[in-house]
């Protein structure tokens, strides 16, 4: 004869033994249907109280009520248990500690930031101030006061992107084309003696081609001082040159037209690529010297709208393209790959 408890009993070990042994959720899954489904185990011993007799249905009942409630119970630990060491395997494994360390990839300056620095740390060794002006600039000031007025053919060096009148209660303002605009502003509100450099963009109304793009950054600078003369001028830039290309770098200077300047001249170094005579040469073309800048004397009438006696003060001035630096010192052969922001360039410097 089958005693009701002793069946609840060994339903009971039996459940809870392969409770046990269930090791994910379809197992247990499977084990719900088994003992708690509609024809599981312990419902059947549910569904089998009606036949007992009437003495004992009452506490078979109760007995297997909280049998049930417990199996149910059970079943939710074993899943949160499962679940927990699911989730301690995968930390395990994210924390492998013998697995080499990801490299940091580390940001880096522009090579046109990083030029622009060392010209102004050279000129900063050579006393030379670092001051800032405006880019959207007076016609005034990029022009007229730099002794180039309207209809100077002069104005063709420079093709210009002007605002609209509009926008500007009809004063007539640009972008400015050159840094020598600060020039101007400069000697308007200082007395000599002066020695600045001015870095900036610039803008020029152009077609961009391997050498000329729309924007353009410049290092200006400009010295006011009495006794200055061209020799102090070439001076300052053989240094400027021997610093930025190598001390072997010897200049050349060459007449030139700039409106602001009496004399002008045109810069150059000697060829730091080839010996100076191989017409393959892609920087100097065989002729052994580089362009770098233009410069010269400050033109008189500039430093008079300034307000300075002319028989004491002299001046000297030059401005040179940083990207055109750039492009020497590294052997970049076409500008547009400065702005392009092709990680694979950029990464190189
Ligand atoms: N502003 C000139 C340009 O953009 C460059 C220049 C030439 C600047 C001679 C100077 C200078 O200060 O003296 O083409």
């Not at 009942?61 to 409630?69: D, Y």
């Not at 084309?177 to 020039?183: D, K, L, N, R």
């Not at 002066?194 to 729309?214: K, L, Q, S």
Request: charged share 25%.
């Amino acid at each position: 004869m089958t005693s009701p408890t002793a069946t609840l009993a060994e339903v009971e070990q039996d459940a809870r033994e392969r409770l046990a042994a269930a090791s994910d959720e379809a197992a247990l899954e499977a084990w719900r249907t088994g003992v708690l489904g509609r024809s599981g185990t312990l419902t059947g011993l549910l569904r089998g109280i009606g036949a007992l007799p009437e003495a004992e249905r009452k506490h078979a009942g109760a007995a297997l009520n909280v049998l049930k409630q417990s199996l149910e119970a059970a079943l939710e630990e074993r899943r949160d248990a499962l679940r927990a060491a699911a989730l301690a395997s995968t930390v395990a494994d994210a924390l492998d500690v013998t697995l080499p360390g990801r490299p940091m990839r580390r940001g880096r300056l522009h090579p046109v930031t990083q030029v622009r620095r060392e010209i102004l740390d050279v000129f900063a060794r050579l006393g030379f101030a670092t001051v800032e002006g405006p880019e959207v600039e007076l016609e005034r000031y990029n022009f007229d006061l730099l002794r180039i007025p309207e209809h100077h053919p002069a104005r063709d060096m420079w093709d210009t992107f002007w605002l609209d009148p509009s926008t500007t209660e009809g004063v007539s303002m640009l972008l400015r084309t050159h840094t020598s605009p600060m020039q101007a502003r400069f000697m308007e509100t200082h007395e000599p003696p002066i020695r600045i450099v001015v870095p900036g963009r610039c803008y020029r109304y152009e077609a961009t081609d391997a050498t000329h793009e729309w924007m353009l950054q410049q290092v200006e600078l400009l010295a006011v001082d009495e006794g200055l003369s061209m020799a102090n001028l070439k001076g300052t830039l053989q240094e400027f040159a021997r610093q930025m290309f190598g001390p072997q770098r010897k200049v050349l200077m060459r007449n030139s037209y700039f409106p602001f300047v009496e004399p002008g001249v045109e810069l150059s170094v000697d060829c730091f690529v080839c010996p100076g005579n191989d017409p393959a040469c892609p920087v100097c073309r065989g002729s052994g010297w580089i362009e770098i800048m233009g410069a010269g004397m400050v033109h008189p009438e500039i430093l008079e709208a300034a307000g300075y006696d002319t028989r004491r003060y002299t001046g000297f001035a030059a401005g040179m393209g940083v990207e055109r630096v750039t492009m020497l010192k590294y052997g970049i052969t076409d500008i547009r790959n400065l702005y392009q922001n092709d990680p694979r360039f950029l990464a190189q410097f």
